[in-house]
């Protein structure tokens, strides 16, 4: 009597939802030649046994993780979002040396900007968290200089064009102007376009003095500092997969977000 049919996985997917990244960034890896399984270099189009295969990844074993972990993290500004640094900058991973699992952040904050990033050791999550077809909102904190005008407001309300194409529609509250003569505001947006808001804003022809992540999705950076952290809870877990379940009914750029 034949066994139990062996489920096998695309070899990218199997990465990312080991945390180790983003399967368009698995790919690159496996492109690269940086992926092996059973000890034989791998390629575009392999798939595994995850119950059996033995996969490495720079040399370093990876598997699914049975703890689920999701961490909010207050990213200070002048910290890489990466693993690793070649220039030896301080890094996201030099925060959480002493968790066992191993974990990745979702998406990313540019060197100089701050504020709340997920880390997390479930690929599967982290993917759901930065497709475009989930329409996950972030709220930002935003200062630029000199006088942000209604009428550009107006623009990034309705989405400016980039050189990448025509953003969507933002969101923009409580524009003020300091003493210093520059505006502040906060800004919502869902895409995840590289450096979005600070080339929106360069756009309507200002420069982004400050940026700051206040929110993404259902989660607010509330009372922590700089360089703190906290797990969510088993409930906040529970409303996020709930939040997850059913794509929004927005369209948006293919990129990972990566503000």
């Known amino acids: 009597m034949p066994g139990p049919i062996q489920e096998r996985e695309r070899l990218q997917k199997y990465i990312a939802e080991c945390g180790v990244c983003s399967r368009r960034a698995a790919e690159k890896l496996i492109q690269d030649g940086l992926v092996s399984v059973n ?16 996969v490495l990844v720079e040399g370093k074993p990876v598997r699914k993780e049975k703890v689920r972990r999701v961490i909010l993290f207050y990213k200070p500004r002048g910290v890489v979002s990466t693993s690793n640094d070649p220039e030896g900058r301080k890094t996201v991973q030099s925060y959480f040396k002493e968790i066992p699992e191993r974990l990745y952040n979702v998406g990313r904050l540019d060197l100089n900007s701050e504020g709340l990033l997920l880390m997390t050791n479930d690929g599967a999550l982290a993917n759901r968290l ?18 942000l005008t209604p009428e550009q407001a107006d623009m990034l309300k309705k ?7 025509m953003t969507a529609p933002a969101k923009l509250s409580n524009v003020k102007h300091n003493v210093k003569g520059d505006s502040t505001f906060y800004i919502t947006i869902h895409e995840g376009r590289n450096r979005q808001i600070r080339r929106m804003l360069e756009a309507v022809g200002h420069r982004t003095l400050r940026l700051k992540r206040e929110q993404f999705g259902p989660f607010i950076l509330g009372p922590l500092r700089a360089g703190q952290w906290r797990e969510l809870t088993e409930r906040e877990l529970k409303e996020l997969d709930q939040m997850l379940a059913k794509p929004a009914d927005r369209k948006g750029t293919e990129s990972g977000e990566r503000e």
Request: charged content about 35%; proline content about 5%.
């Open 39 to 54: 000890g034989m270099v791998a390629h575009i189009g392999d798939s595994v046994d995850p119950r059996k295969d033995k």
């Open 130 to 147: 930065t497709h475009p077809r989930y329409g996950v909102e972030k709220k930002y904190f935003a200062v630029c200089d000199g006088d």
């Open 159 to 165: 989405g400016v064009m980039l050189d990448d194409g």
